[in-house]
């Protein structure tokens, strides 16, 4: 393999020596990318390690995002989502009212209801679990993929069980998987700074190690761009790497890029996009022990989306109907996609279009 730029840096050229014999990338590896203005020669590294990991196929899935509360006892800075109980705006949907809300919006083919929200004390643990249970006996064809391991966190704390005891009630009621949200940037620096005092470090990453442990297969995220140095990205990857080295539980990584708190902020207020495909790219070469590394629209757009298809994401995502977290920011992309929007993405990459279920399951090949 040639580098697409003759850099005169050796540690480039080292780089691409390690990725092209499979071996993996350090902290110092990952700085380094994340300092270099070369984005084509990393992209391309990306792509290979992409390629040879999932060929051409670009997996998505028809899903319906669903928010069972807002209120939240948690102010974490870059948050416009939450809300104050008895504040205007604030909301606690019942399980029938969040049945009703899923019948006015749901399409055919939906297979996945991917389900976040607040940490609301206001109501008990049982909230949680009977609202699963509800949607679970409505829809037995859907996987149910919810909450966030911040939010087992909090349910373990309000209830007073372990996070094995929450896990086993909740997938008792028919929790299939977790998402990958509340890890923000494990850094206790970042979390100091940016008022997160939710699921600390460990404390994600055990959630996590519990529910691989009780069989599921989760999902993990990193929300980049505030306050965060690029040492403590890396290294965030790292401590999701050697998780994965334990368990092999996770079956995707999802950089988040950070949305201003408002639609109306200037482009500075933004990742740009270079920012964007260095996560999808360097993640990519990091996480050699991950299968797939997801581009997500509602963050970056779609159109950046289908250029990180060809630097290293191999997901992306799915149709969402109606976004409302990043939209409570200042996120300017549609808060859904439609499967045929999606698929002519993909294939606009050069791509081959895959439908699959929560779990990577090839449902449709869009040849
Ligand atoms: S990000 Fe989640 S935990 Fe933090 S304030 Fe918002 S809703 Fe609450």
């Known amino acids: 393999m040639t580098l697409v730029t003759t850099h005169p840096d050796r540690?480039?050229?080292?780089?691409?020596?390690?990725?092209?014999?499979?071996?993996?990338?350090?902290?110092?590896?990952?700085?380094?990318?994340?300092?270099s203005d070369d984005l084509l020669t990393i992209g391309q590294l990306a792509n290979e390690v992409n390629l040879r990991k999932n060929g051409k196929k670009v997996y998505f899935i028809e899903n319906m995002s669903l928010y069972f509360t807002n209120v939240c006892e948690e102010r974490c800075a870059f948050c416009n989502f939450r809300k104050d109980e008895g504040q205007e705006g604030a909301y606690t949907l019942s399980p029938q009212e969040m049945i009703d809300y899923v019948e006015q919006h749901i399409h055919p083919g939906v297979r996945e209801f991917h389900i976040v929200g607040g940490h609301n004390r206001n109501v008990p643990f049982e909230y949680y679990v009977e609202s699963l249970r509800a949607l679970k006996a409505k829809y037995?064809?859907?996987?149910?993929?919810?909450?966030?391991?911040?939010?087992?966190?909090?349910?373990?704390?309000?209830?007073?069980?372990?996070?094995?005891?929450?896990?086993?009630?909740?997938?008792?009621?028919?929790?299939?998987?977790?998402?990958g949200g509340g890890a923000e940037i494990l850094s206790d620096h970042y979390r100091k700074k940016m008022r997160v005092h939710k699921a600390n470090?460990?404390?994600?990453?055990?959630?996590?190690?519990?529910?691989?442990?009780?069989?599921?297969?989760?999902?993990?995220?990193?929300?980049?761009?505030?306050?965060?140095?690029?040492?403590?990205?890396?290294?965030h990857m790292i401590h999701i790497r050697d998780l994965q080295d334990e368990t092999n539980?996770?079956?995707?990584?999802?950089?988040?890029?950070?949305?201003?708190?408002?639609?109306?902020?200037?482009?500075?207020?933004?990742?740009?996009?270079?920012?964007?495909?260095?996560?999808?790219?360097?993640?990519?070469?990091?996480?050699?022990?991950?299968?797939?590394?997801?581009?997500y629209f509602i963050n970056i757009g779609t159109q950046l989306t289908q250029i990180a298809l060809t630097m290293g994401a191999s997901d992306a995502h799915g149709t969402i109907v109606k976004e409302k977290i990043s939209h409570a920011a200042g996120a300017l992309t549609p808060a859904g996609i439609?499967?045929?929007?999606?698929?002519?993405?993909?294939?606009?990459?050069?791509?081959?279009?895959?439908?699959?279920?929560?779990?990577?399951n090839e449902m449709k090949i869009y040849e």
């Open 11 to 35: 540690q480039m050229a080292e780089i691409a020596d390690k990725v092209r014999n499979g071996e993996r990338l350090s902290l110092e590896d990952g700085v380094f990318l994340y300092r």
């Open 140 to 179: 037995p064809d859907v996987t149910l993929k919810a909450y966030t391991a911040a939010e087992i966190d909090f349910f373990s704390r309000h209830s007073g069980l372990t996070y094995r005891e929450v896990l086993e009630r909740l997938i008792e009621a028919g929790l299939e998987t977790l998402t």
């Open 201 to 235: 470090i460990e404390q994600y990453l055990e959630v996590h190690r519990t529910a691989h442990n009780l069989g599921l297969r989760t999902h993990t995220t990193m929300l980049y761009g505030s306050v965060e140095t690029l040492e403590e990205r890396v290294q």
């Open 249 to 295: 539980g996770f079956q995707v990584f999802i950089p988040l890029s950070l949305q201003p708190i408002s639609p109306k902020a200037s482009i500075r207020r933004r990742n740009s996009a270079y920012d964007d495909l260095k996560a999808i790219a360097i993640s990519r070469l990091m996480l050699d022990n991950i299968q797939h590394i997801k581009a």
């Open 338 to 360: 439609t499967r045929e929007d999606l698929v002519w993405l993909i294939k606009g990459a050069g791509r081959i279009p895959v439908e699959r279920d929560t779990f990577y």
